[in-house]
């Protein structure tokens, strides 16, 4: 079975701190696949990132950067110099590759940003 | 370009009554999947459907049904509405080819309450 674990239920920063969301994951999949996406306070689901199991390189894209460690099984996720305009539910989620439908997600984690 | 498309947005229906959730995609995409999302429980697979005429129970599937007559069109029926089921129901399609999973688009939801 596969278990994705967002241990941390809320989170609130002031707007420029650095902040770290936790994702934990369980498969038993030699390949899968790695989600991260943002509900807005207006409800709707935006992708963030994708990541394959093969390839285990940090990214980077703007203020966010992803931190993928197999060793750990994790895929934490930091917004540098947040933003009001951060403040969201955001959820991780694992998927097997080749069923691009069944994905498995986290409980997700409610960040809130304030000036 | 409309994406993934669900109706209606909000319905409230008494316990017992029956009523189908709509949800329709203009991409082409051969993947499609029901999810419900629940306070503290993150989003959970109910059914999915890997392209017409094909679908699969998901973690969640008791008291809902799926049909996908078409590429484009996957409804959610309910047949006996219970008060468990209030919830907020997201449709979601993607793209597959191979192993490479697509991320997947989610409609805007639909916010159903039974009571």
């Known amino acids: 079975a596969q278990k994705v674990t967002q241990a941390q239920t809320e989170i609130s920063v002031v707007e420029k701190e650095d902040v770290t969301l936790d994702c934990v994951y369980e498969?038993?999949?030699?390949?899968?696949?790695l989600f991260w996406y943002k509900q807005p306070p207006s409800g709707e689901l935006v992708f963030l990132i994708r990541?394959?199991?093969?390839?285990?390189q940090n990214e980077i894209s703007g203020r966010y950067s992803w931190n993928f460690q197999k060793s750990t099984s994790s895929f934490n996720f930091t917004i540098t110099a947040s933003q009001v305009v951060d403040s969201a539910v955001y959820f991780c989620?694992?998927?097997?590759?080749?069923?691009?439908?069944?994905?498995?997600f986290g409980t997700g984690t409610r960040l809130q940003v304030t000036l | 370009n409309a994406g993934v498309t669900q109706t209606p947005k909000f319905q409230v229906l008494k316990t017992g009554q029956s009523m189908t959730l709509q949800c329709a995609q203009d991409m082409n995409h051969e993947y499609m999947s029901w999810y419900r999302q629940d306070p503290g429980m993150g989003l959970r697979l109910i059914h999915y459907s890997v392209g017409a005429g094909i679908t699969d129970q998901g973690e969640v599937p008791n008291g809902y049904n799926v049909s996908r007559s078409t590429t484009e069109d996957f409804p959610l029926r309910l047949l006996s509405a219970a008060p468990s089921q209030t919830s907020v129901y997201f449709c979601?399609?993607?793209w597959g080819q191979g192993a490479l999973n697509s991320p997947l688009h989610f409609g805007n939801g639909t916010r159903l309450t039974v009571t």
């Open positions: 990541r394959n199991s093969f390839d285990e």
């Open positions: 498969t038993r999949d030699t390949t899968y696949y």
């Open positions: 989620a694992l998927g097997p590759t080749g069923t691009a439908s069944k994905l498995t």
């Open positions: 979601a399609s993607s």
